[in-house]
């Protein structure tokens, strides 16, 4: 006997409410009902799926497992109704992308108002992460693609990426900080004074500690770790901390963000920012419409586009 589908979205709507009470009033129906429902779910899978703890229920490690899957399940039919629908000429739909705060800032805007001119009942839902959650996050089946930093490595089975252009890291203070008056500026000199590090085992924060490294020095203590790109500025522009932040965010000369990038160019911090997909046949019209604005946006950029 196959999986019921009612029992799926009703365990679904159990783990994301933290407990039977509030997801009985989601679902609208009686407690009992819904325990029952869930009792022959695990009968039926042979496992205990849900414990209880101090604040309601919670999965256990085989509920985690269903949970994943069921969640990628979810989103493949919600992209298949919106390809049906693209597919049969109807002018609504949906596209789930997630993005680097780069790309959230400067090329992802204008891409979405060029596709509501021509899709104006188009839904675009955009998620902004760090790239070490976004990459997790769309093997998880959360976007239809992702625009964020490229892999270096072999690509997973049916993945594929295609180059935007290269961003620069560049290294960054207030502007009135004493590295920028440095006449000897080096890696001593930036070891002096306390550091923002992205948080550890992070793509960005191991392009650090490689530039020390190549520099023969070891790479500074943090004195704070974490944090979103916008936090960064902010702290930076309010203390004599450093930190590495891609080019395209800092700001033109006399803006009022109060920082500024200082001039040590290394190779180490050169990298790749483009699209990653499941492959050309799985993406959905309203995808590659937009995949089409975003690389329209990108087109000033220095760099070209290519596959692989």
């Not at 799926?8 to 994301?16: K, M, R």
């Not at 440095?182 to 004074?193: A, D, M, P, W």
């Not at 306390?194 to 490689?210: K, V």
């Not at 190779?267 to 975003?294: D, K, Q, W, Y």
Request: proline content about 5%.
């Amino acid at each position: 006997m196959g999986l019921n589908s009612r029992q799926i979205e009703q365990f679904l709507c159990v783990v994301e409410s933290g407990g039977l009470t509030k997801a009985s009033g989601v679902l609208n129906i009686s407690q009992p009902a819904l325990t029952k429902s869930l009792r022959h779910l695990e009968q039926e899978l042979k496992v205990k799926l849900l414990e209880r703890h101090s604040r309601g229920m919670r999965p256990t490690i085989y509920g985690e497992c269903l949970y994943d899957h069921a969640k990628r399940v979810d989103a493949e039919l919600d992209r298949a109704r919106s390809e049906i629908e693209a597919l049969r000429g109807a002018r609504k739909g949906s596209v789930a992308v997630g993005v680097i705060p780069l790309i959230a800032k400067s090329y992802l805007p204008s891409a979405i108002v060029r596709l509501m001119k021509v899709r104006p009942e188009v839904t675009v839902s955009v998620t902004e992460l760090n790239n070490s959650d976004l990459v997790p996050a769309f093997r998880r089946g959360q976007f239809d693609f992702i625009v964020g930093i490229l892999a270096n490595g072999p690509l997973e089975d049916g993945m594929q990426q295609n180059i935007l252009f290269y961003d620069e890291l560049v290294i960054t203070v207030r502007r009135n900080h004493p590295l920028v008056r440095s006449q000897n500026l080096n890696v001593r000199e930036l070891g002096k004074y306390p550091w923002i590090y992205p948080r550890l085992g992070s793509a960005h924060r191991q392009r650090i500690d490689e530039y020390f490294r190549l520099e023969g020095s070891t790479p500074p203590a943090a004195t704070v770790e974490g944090g979103s790109e916008t936090f960064i500025q902010s702290i930076l522009a309010d203390s004599d901390l450093v930190a590495v932040l891609p080019k395209g965010l800092i700001h033109d000369e006399g803006s009022d963000d109060g920082i500024m990038e200082i001039s040590l160019n290394s190779p180490v911090f050169r990298r790749p920012i483009g699209i990653m997909h499941r492959g050309a046949s799985n993406l959905s019209p309203l995808s590659r419409i937009l995949i089409t604005e975003i690389q329209n946006s990108c087109r000033n950029v220095n760099g070209g586009f290519e596959s692989s």
